[in-house]
């Protein structure tokens, strides 16, 4: 198969898993969050840009908006980790799911460290948590650089483990492979991912969890920079055979429908 086919291909499957995996992880936050509101009593109503606690200013405590928003973000970073496990364990063989799983562990991981990262800038999200905790700004600016570091680093720490969702399509990576399969696996449908749901989210723009999402590229650097000087990697002799995945589109798109319909109206949570 001609390299820019498997290149399109590679890139059209990876941007549907992404789709699933944000709005997978949208649900499972969302829903989080609505669960923990209950805990205080706090009905809910939840949109795709937005979270409407429906109490007054004056009735929120230390407690509540610990728990609240904190909820979320640590529930990502737990999910990312377990993921990330069972990721390790299953790196080397062939199914495809493997690219949710990834995108799963990526996009929890850059939800935790951006809302740390934006909300202490914007005093949003995880950002309240850090204002009830008394850091002052000098404080909040060393928390946002941490962030950035820590989610740098992590792009570092798995640079080479990501490589290996590339025997999906080839035999092995070598030299400049090795940075085009990143490129077309990752940063161009992490790219277009996110601007398909900007364009979705139109005509509201909501500021903080775009930038959130910006965040990925902090992570994606790394990995792209550092991909030409890993070791080659080499999986088979013969090429594989793969195709596009047209079930995981319609899923995709299901799951867009249901973001942009049933969370544009908004979902009342009041357990």
Not at 86 to 113: D, H, P, S
Request: hydrophobic content about 55%; proline content about 3%; charged content about 10%.
């Amino acid at each position: 198969m001609h390299k820019n086919r498997v290149n399109q291909v590679i890139f059209i499957n990876s941007l549907f898993y992404f789709l699933c995996a944000y709005l997978i992880l949208f649900l499972i936050s969302r829903i989080s969050v609505a669960i923990s509101a209950s805990a205080f009593s706090i009905p809910v109503r939840l949109y795709y840009h937005e979270i409407d606690y429906l109490i007054r200013s004056s009735e929120w405590s230390s407690d509540s908006v610990t728990v609240i928003f904190g909820t979320g973000p640590l529930l990502c970073l737990l999910l990312g980790l377990v993921l990330l496990l069972i990721f390790i364990n299953v790196a080397t063989e062939e199914g495809r799911l493997r690219i949710l799983l990834v995108w799963l562990i990526i996009l929890a991981l850059v939800n935790f460290f951006g809302e740390i990262i934006i909300g202490s800038v914007m005093n949003q999200g995880f950002g309240y948590v850090i204002m009830y905790m008394f850091i002052m700004d000098t404080g909040r600016v060393v928390v946002t650089l941490l962030g950035g570091i820590l989610l740098f680093l992590c792009g570092l720490a798995l640079s080479r483990t990501l490589l290996f969702t590339a025997n999906i399509y080839l035999p092995h990576l070598k030299g400049i492979e090795k940075a085009r399969f990143v490129i077309y696996q990752y940063f161009f449908p992490y790219l277009a991912g996110i601007l398909i749901l900007q364009v979705i989210e139109l005509p509201v723009i909501s500021w903080f969890p775009t930038l959130v999402r910006l965040c990925g590229i902090l992570f994606l650097i790394p990995v792209l920079s550092r991909s030409l000087s890993l070791q080659d990697v080499y999986f088979e002799e013969e090429t594989p055979e793969f195709s596009i995945s047209w079930k995981t589109g319609a899923l995709a798109l299901a799951l867009l429908l249901i973001y942009r319909i049933g969370f544009g109206i908004g979902l009342k949570f009041d357990l």
